[in-house]
Nanobody, 122 residues
Framework: QVQMVESGGGLVQAGGSLRLSCAAS????????MGWFRQAPGKEREFVAC????????YYTDSVKGRFTISRDNAKNTVYLQMNSLKPEDTAVYYC???????????????WGQGTQVTVSS
């Protein structure tokens, strides 16, 4: 079992930045691929980014490439999502997830955090 808690969400103006953190506890964190997803009201959960257990491979959805950066610190059991140049369309609840491989499919992740709200005002 892996428990995860996200933090760092909030209200920011368009063009601003936020850094989300996801602290994990329980089973070995370093063995898991970590992903970030988001869900806006009335929409399906959407893949944002994922990072391999070693941190050597990262993948992003096209809409955030060049603006968001995923990273991890296995010594701290924490994964991060640095979000720059935020846009109103980035507004959503952001979730971290742990799985066995990088995938855009939510059902391939085994463990999820409770989510943190990100609101970008125009």
């Amino acid at each position: 079992q892996v428990q995860m808690v996200e933090s760092g969400g909030g209200l920011v103006q368009a063009g601003g930045s936020l850094r989300l953190s996801c602290a994990a506890s329980g089973r070995t964190f370093s063995g898991y691929t970590m992903g970030w997803f988001r869900q806006a009201p009335g929409k399906e959960r959407e893949f944002v980014a994922c990072i391999s257990w070693s941190g050597g491979s990262t993948y992003y959805t096209d809409s955030v490439k060049g603006r968001f950066t995923i990273s991890r610190d296995n010594a701290k059991n924490t994964v991060y999502l640095q979000m720059n140049s935020l846009k109103p369309e980035d507004t959503a609840v952001y979730y971290c997830a742990a799985g066995r491989s990088c995938s855009a499919r939510p059902n391939l992740y085994d463990y999820w955090g409770q989510g943190t709200q990100v609101t970008v005002s125009s």
